[in-house]
């Protein structure tokens, strides 16, 4: 754990207004900026999350107030299932955080219902009687839109008269700046010219997260690992379409309980709708620095949340200087799990800590419910890992 702290960058918590621009009063840019070196750099970024495997982990529904992860949709998906107060979406990465706060949550606000957010972020249309119908037939109709528009000229017509009226709709509704407008209209820039290399990034000023070493944000198009383009929908169609998910093994009465993922049902989405107008909140920063959990923890007191849920998805695996000798599997040995569980229960007496165990397309999903510090060793018991005796080979933490 000692050698992983050598790499922490220093953390500010940001709220948004109800009114969704940022109040720049709200914000520490200069310090954040200059403290975070390597803040606006895109390393390995993910927009949406890539666990698709999630439906192996049980679905937790018990009412919590704060929800804080180092991740993204999978963050909001915990929230709504237990009906969270409040979620913080945390990252040492600013560009998550602005596509988070200029992205979606724009989108978010002029969706009515889970197959309208799907269709915007997509830029696909849909018809209206698709708009609350079953999620499967929503995304059986965006997957056929997206195969035929490359080969249709009225197809292309269509989308880009949609997203015309995307624009429109973001532009008379007053809870969306015009930054976040250009945000959003920049990627679908992308979205009618997928094969473009040479779309132009929009300056995010007044309601920004970041500035600064940042003034470009590459929305459109939005790039992450390797400097790729991120096609968001796929990553949502990936983790969320009922019957990729039933192929992948995932049993029935899992993905169809209401609170499986936000698109699962309209109480699922309304939840959502309602964390992001006036309760989603950033932090930007390391998992392994005490400065993002002593903040959190004043925010939380602040607002008088007891409940906290933490969620880490691998970050200790992506992160470990250690590699298994036998097979090279990135693995945090269980002593740094047990360190960064200690780190933040000594912060929280009432908390529940969401690991995923393993850097490739299969997962294990842990949780740990946490009463402080000296509950963690018990809650470790029901996760032995029989492979911890392997030997471990160090390796320098940049080489991941």
Same mark, same amino acid.
């Given at each position: 754990?000692?050698?992983?702290?050598?790499?922490?960058?220093?953390?500010?918590?940001?709220?948004?207004?109800?009114?969704?621009?940022?109040?720049s009063?709200?914000?520490?840019?200069s310090?954040?900026?200059?403290?975070?070196?390597?803040?606006?750099?895109?390393?390995?970024?993910?927009?949406?999350?890539?666990?698709?495997?999630?439906?192996?982990?049980?679905?937790?529904?018990?009412?919590?107030?704060?929800?804080?992860?180092?991740?993204?949709n999978?963050?909001?998906?915990?929230?709504?299932?237990?009906?969270?107060?409040?979620?913080?979406?945390?990252?040492?990465?600013?560009?998550?955080?602005?596509?988070?706060?200029?992205?979606?949550?724009?989108?978010?606000?002029?969706?009515?219902?889970?197959?309208?957010?799907?269709?915007?972020?997509?830029?696909?249309?849909?018809?209206?009687?698709?708009?609350?119908?079953?999620?499967?037939?929503?995304?059986?109709?965006?997957?056929?839109?997206?195969?035929?528009?490359?080969?249709?000229?009225?197809?292309?017509?269509?989308?880009?008269?949609?997203?015309?009226?995307?624009?429109?709709?973001?532009?008379?509704?007053?809870?969306?700046?015009?930054?976040?407008?250009? =945000?959003?209209?920049?990627?679908?820039?992308?979205?009618?010219?997928?094969?473009s290399?040479?779309?132009?990034?929009?300056?995010?000023?007044?309601?920004?997260?970041?500035?600064?070493?940042?003034?470009?944000?590459?929305?459109?198009?939005?790039?992450?690992?390797?400097?790729?383009?991120?096609?968001?929908?796929?990553?949502?169609?990936?983790?969320?379409?009922?019957?990729l998910?039933?192929?992948?093994?995932?049993?029935?009465?899992?993905?169809?309980?209401?609170?499986?993922?936000?698109?699962?049902?309209?109480?699922?989405?309304?939840?959502?709708?309602?964390?992001?107008?006036?309760?989603?909140?950033?932090v930007?920063?390391n998992?392994?620095?005490?400065?993002?959990?002593?903040?959190?923890?004043k925010?939380?007191?602040?607002?008088?949340?007891?409940?906290?849920?933490?969620?880490?998805?691998?970050?200790?695996?992506?992160?470990t200087?250690?590699?298994?000798?036998?097979?090279?599997?990135?693995?945090?040995?269980q002593?740094?799990?047990?360190?960064?569980?200690?780190?933040?229960?000594?912060?929280?007496?009432?908390?529940?800590?969401?690991?995923?165990?393993?850097?490739?397309?299969?997962?294990?999903?842990?949780?740990?419910?946490?009463?402080?510090?000296?509950?963690?060793?018990?809650?470790?018991?029901r996760?032995?890992?029989?492979?911890?005796?392997?030997?471990?080979?160090?390796?320098? =933490?940049?080489?991941?």
């Open positions: 754990m000692a050698k992983i702290l050598k790499f922490l960058i220093s953390i500010s918590l940001f709220a948004a207004n109800s009114a969704y621009a940022m109040n009063s709200c914000l520490i840019m310090e954040l900026v200059h403290s975070d070196k390597s803040a606006g750099k895109i390393e390995g970024a993910f927009f949406t999350s890539n666990e698709y495997d999630y439906w192996r982990e049980a679905i937790d529904i018990r009412p919590v107030d704060l929800v804080m992860g180092f991740a993204s999978s963050v909001w998906d915990r929230a709504v299932s237990r009906n969270a107060k409040a979620m913080i979406i945390a990252d040492r990465d600013s560009v998550i955080l602005e596509t988070q706060q200029n992205y979606f949550r724009p989108l978010v606000a002029l969706s009515k219902t889970p197959a309208e957010f799907l269709s915007f972020i997509s830029g696909v249309p849909i018809s209206e009687n698709l708009k609350n119908k079953p999620i499967e037939e929503v995304f059986d109709a965006i997957d056929s839109f997206k195969a035929a528009v490359a080969k249709s000229s009225e197809k292309q017509k269509e989308q880009k008269s949609f997203i015309e009226e995307i624009s429109k709709q973001l532009a008379a509704n007053p809870k969306i700046s015009e930054a976040q407008r250009n =945000f959003v209209m920049s990627y679908h820039q992308y979205l009618l010219n997928p094969s290399t040479n779309l132009p990034g929009q300056k995010i000023e007044g309601n920004a997260l970041f500035t600064g070493n940042r003034p470009i944000v590459q929305a459109g198009p939005i790039r992450g690992r390797s400097d790729q383009v991120q096609d968001l929908y796929a990553g949502f169609r990936l983790r969320y379409h009922p019957r998910l039933r192929e992948a093994g995932a049993p029935a009465s899992t993905i169809q309980n209401p609170l499986f993922s936000i698109v699962s049902s309209q109480m699922a989405f309304d939840r959502l709708k309602n964390i992001f107008d006036g309760n989603i909140y950033y930007h920063g998992a392994f620095n005490p400065d993002v959990y002593r903040e959190v923890k925010f939380a007191d602040k607002n008088s949340y007891t409940q906290i849920a933490v969620m880490i998805s691998n970050v200790l695996d992506q992160n200087t250690y590699v298994r000798a036998v097979g090279g599997e990135n693995r945090a040995p002593d740094e799990v047990k360190s960064y569980l200690r780190l933040v229960a000594s912060f929280f007496p009432s908390l529940t800590v969401y690991q995923t165990r393993g850097v490739n397309s299969s997962h294990e999903y842990q949780s740990f419910d946490l009463k402080g510090y000296s509950s963690v060793e018990a809650a470790m018991s996760y032995p890992d029989e492979n911890d005796s392997v030997p471990f080979e160090e390796h320098p =933490f940049e080489e991941y």
